[in-house]
T-cell receptor, first 113, second 114 residues
């Protein structure tokens, strides 16, 4: 049973447009959520996070939205750039379980010039 | 600052051989994590340590897998004997013990068991 799901394995977006990546979770105890970006042959790189006490966190072109009632989070990238092409993983953890992360399956984003 | 360092980057070996993967966490980080990435199962946590002590090893697939952290700056993941189904990319990550802080990953070891 996957506790964190990314239902879109891939997404293609034109440069300059908005990219929206989605993630759903089932464990209501999760209270910290993160997005990682991964390029081929490299490890995942931390991108942005959000605590469950917030519903939005913004960092430059990247914004994460959290809808606790729907158990859904999304990552918005505006404007999208070709260098954003990568695999994006969402992850979640709960404060009572240490710092263990549960990852979604990833979404491959392709930004076309 | 140096990030998480893993070695080797690639390992190809024959079935039945012992494999040892190495990890140097970021200095000052108290938590260390070993993950495995496969096409079928994605990124899955194998084991994690806090202050060099194994806390949760429920993700370790079977007794052929073992992990140690003899000190704060070094950890190993060992597979003995190795099997073709162990072929995957193995990542090590470290993080501060403070909650709500992200883990930082190494670049992984791509393991191929023939």
């Amino acid at each position: 049973d996957q506790q964190v799901k990314q239902n879109s394995p891939s997404l293609s977006v034109q440069e300059g447009r908005i990219s929206i990546l989605n993630c759903d979770y089932t464990n209501s105890m999760f209270d910290y959520f993160l997005w990682y970006k991964k390029y081929p042959a490299e490890g995942p790189t931390f991108l942005i996070s959000i605590s469950s006490i917030k519903d939005k966190n913004e960092d430059g072109r990247f914004t994460v939205f959290l809808n606790k009632s729907a158990k859904h989070l999304s990552l918005h990238i505006v404007p999208s750039q070709p260098g954003d092409s990568a695999v994006y993983f969402c992850a979640a953890s709960e404060s009572n379980a240490g710092n263990m992360l549960t990852f979604g399956g990833g979404t491959r984003l392709m930004v076309k010039p | 600052d140096a990030g998480v360092i893993q070695s080797p980057r690639h390992e190809v070996t024959e079935m039945g051989q012992e494999v040892t993967l190495r990890c140097k966490p970021i200095s000052g980080h108290n938590s260390l994590f070993w993950y495995r990435q496969t096409m079928m199962r994605g990124l899955e946590l194998l084991i994690y340590f806090n202050n060099n002590v194994p806390i949760d090893d429920s993700g370790m697939p079977e007794d052929r897998f073992s992990a140690k952290m003899p000190n704060a700056s070094f950890s190993t993941l060992k597979i003995q004997p190795s099997e073709p189904r162990d072929s995957a990319v193995y990542f090590c990550a470290s993080g501060p013990r403070i909650y709500n802080q992200p883990q930082h990953f190494g670049d992984g070891t791509r393991l191929s068991i023939l």
